[in-house]
């Protein structure tokens, strides 16, 4: 199993600023994904977190917008850049130990722009 | 992003009755059907899951049904109770990340 950490739990911004989240792992895994979720709604995958090297982004996410780190097999962060009221939701790290493997989840981050 | 279909959006069942959650598919390169159980305020937690080499899965209470040729998957849950109420997603993947259906909101009164 894994544990994740997921930092701020939540926080309200002002738009146009930046919001950087944090996921701590107790253990190494080889995949680590960002998802987003909107309040009564699915989760939708933004990017692959890989490690050392750029992050993989899905359709309608870019990295300009949506910066991602991994620096090693236990962290990575998410920031949401240049807010707007728009980015409000649940951002949630994800973690698997292998392809086809149970996903962890941490918490999520629940960001409010005003 | 590939799509999972998930229906219904909510579900009403009273206790002790079963609850049925249906998902399609269109990815024949999916490999991988987990269920995910989400409580208000936590992340989704693994309930069950599934690969396409088998037509049932059995865990306690909850069975997952797969039908291959239809591209189709069901979560049952047998003698249903309070405690079960939450929003339920069933996924795939090809060996990446997790693909979501839309979710379905379990209601079981008592």
């Known amino acids: 199993s894994a544990v994740i950490s997921q930092k701020p739990s939540r926080d309200i911004c002002q738009r146009g600023t930046s919001l950087t989240i944090q996921c701590q792992v107790d253990?190494?895994?080889?995949?680590m994904f960002w998802y987003r979720q909107q309040p009564g709604q699915s989760l939708t995958l933004i990017a692959t977190a890989n490690q050392g090297s750029e992050a993989t982004y899905e359709s309608g996410f870019v990295i300009d917008k949506f910066p991602i780190s991994r620096p090693n097999l236990t962290f990575s962060t998410l920031t949401v850049s240049n807010m707007s009221p728009e980015d409000s939701s649940i951002y949630l790290c994800s973690v698997q130990q292998g392809q086809n493997t149970e996903a962890f989840f941490g918490q999520g981050t629940r960001l409010t722009v005003v | 992003q590939q799509q999972v279909k998930q229906s219904p959006q909510s579900l009403i069942v009273q206790k002790g009755g079963i609850s049925i959650i249906n998902c399609a598919y269109e990815?024949?390169?999916?490999?991988?059907f987990p269920w995910y159980q989400q409580f208000p305020g936590k992340g989704p937690a693994l309930l069950i899951a599934i690969r396409p080499d088998v037509s049932e899965k059995k865990e306690g209470r909850f069975t997952i049904s797969f039908n291959k040729s239809a591209k189709q998957f069901s979560l049952h849950i047998m003698d249903s109770q309070p405690g079960d109420s939450a929003t339920y997603f069933c996924a795939a993947s090809a060996g990446t990340a997790l693909i979501f259906g839309k979710g379905t909101t379990l209601s079981v009164s008592s």
């Open positions: 253990s190494q895994v080889t995949m």
């Open positions: 990815n024949t390169a999916f490999d991988y």
